[in-house]
């Protein structure tokens, strides 16, 4: 089942751009907060950035804190991540998730994106 669609992603050389894209390709109702994890081989999912649906301060992991922006649309459920200076490091899988009303915990996923970054 597709549940969120993933586009972007792809291999860049250190210090570049890339902007991953985020879409629920059916209504939603009751959103809660989305995010964006990323998992490297060999390493435990970490999130990386998440968004409050109805507002406030977005979530960076120091790691990429001032390096990455999360930013939503202002209709329907869609998310962006824009990876600015990009290391070595950041290569990985990166999965957006979805947390709505009525769940524990994200409850929607997209089926993952290969960030490859050379050095």
């Known amino acids: 089942q597709v549940q969120l669609v993933e586009s972007g992603g792809g291999l860049v050389q250190a210090g570049g751009s890339l902007r991953l894209s985020c879409a629920a390709p059916r209504r939603t109702i009751g959103n809660v907060a989305m995010a964006w994890f990323r998992q490297a081989p060999g390493k435990e999912r970490e999130c990386v950035a998440h968004l409050r649906w109805s507002g406030g301060s977005t979530y960076y992991a120091d790691s990429v804190k001032g390096r990455f922006l999360m930013s939503r649309e202002k209709t329907g459920t869609t998310v962006h991540l824009q990876m600015d200076s990009l290391q070595s490091e950041d290569t990985a899988v990166y999965y957006c998730?979805?947390?709505?009303?009525?769940?524990?915990?994200?409850?929607?996923w997209g089926q993952g994106v290969q960030v490859s970054v050379s050095s």
């Open positions: 998730a979805l947390h709505t009303q009525g769940a524990s915990g994200y409850n929607y």
